[in-house]
């Protein structure tokens, strides 16, 4: 099984402004998954993340606004640019395993 | 596509009370399914997990078996706990591994003692 942490675990931000988000996990992995999930909502997948590429958006999110780093085969980045209250949910970073995904405990964001 | 439909919550149950909770898919292909459970202030955890038709899941007194026949994967429980009170997701994988889950809307339970 897969480990992940998240950085920050919540946060209160002002309208405008910008936040990233890291993700840790405990062993290499090829990919690594962004989700949103607004409050009472279900997730929806935000983008894959591969190392050494760049990474693949769903339909209703852009690079400009949800832009992704992975640097290595651990760790990997969500910002959350130019923000709105509309941007309050929960970010969920996630990876893969032997038939099974892997969740992290998730960044509660509030934009006021 | 691929999507997922779990009964609409909330649910509310007494202690003890029996549990099924409705998920139907849509997939084409053999995906794999299943159910996660987030408790308050918690990230997604795996309840369990079915690979192919009829296998069935099972962890903490859960059961899900995977009926292709009517492309469902319900969630039961024999006796339910307060501890249970926990948002629950069905979801499902395309293709078996490494690809992102499509999850349902989410069923909330309460159990009240």
């Known amino acids: 099984s897969a480990v992940i942490s998240q950085k920050p675990s919540r946060d209160i931000c002002q309208r405008g402004t910008s936040l990233t988000i890291q993700c840790q996990v405990d062993s290499q992995v090829t990919m690594m998954f962004w989700y949103r999930q607004q409050p009472g909502q279900s997730l929806t997948l935000i983008a894959t993340?591969?190392?050494?590429?760049?990474?693949?958006?769903e339909s209703g999110f852009v690079i400009d606004k949800f832009p992704i780093s992975r640097p290595n085969l651990t760790f990997s980045t969500l910002t959350v640019s130019n923000m709105s209250p509309e941007d309050s949910s929960i970010y969920l970073c996630?990876?893969?395993?032997?038939?099974?995904?892997?969740f992290g405990p998730g960044t509660r964001l509030t934009v006021l | 596509g691929n999507s997922v439909t779990q009964m609409e919550g909330p649910v509310t149950l007494s202690e003890e009370a029996f549990l099924t909770i409705n998920c139907t898919y849509t997939?084409?292909?053999?995906?794999?399914l299943f159910w996660y459970v987030q408790y308050p202030g918690e990230g997604l955890q795996l309840l369990l997990k079915?690979?192919?038709?009829?296998d069935k899941g099972s962890n903490k007194g859960f059961e899900a078996t995977y009926r292709k026949e009517t492309t469902s994967f319900h969630l039961e429980k024999g006796s339910v706990q307060v501890s249970d009170s926990a948002v629950y997701f069905c979801?499902?994988?395309?293709?078996?591994?490494?690809?992102?889950?499509?999850f349902g809307k989410g069923t909330r339970l309460s159990v009240i003692a």
């Open positions: 996630s990876t893969e395993g032997r038939n099974e995904q892997f």
């Open positions: 997939a084409t292909g053999y995906p794999s």
């Open positions: 079915a690979t192919k038709a009829d």
């Open positions: 993340a591969n190392q050494g590429s760049e990474a693949t958006y």
């Open positions: 979801a499902l994988s395309p293709i078996s591994g490494n690809t992102p889950l499509v």
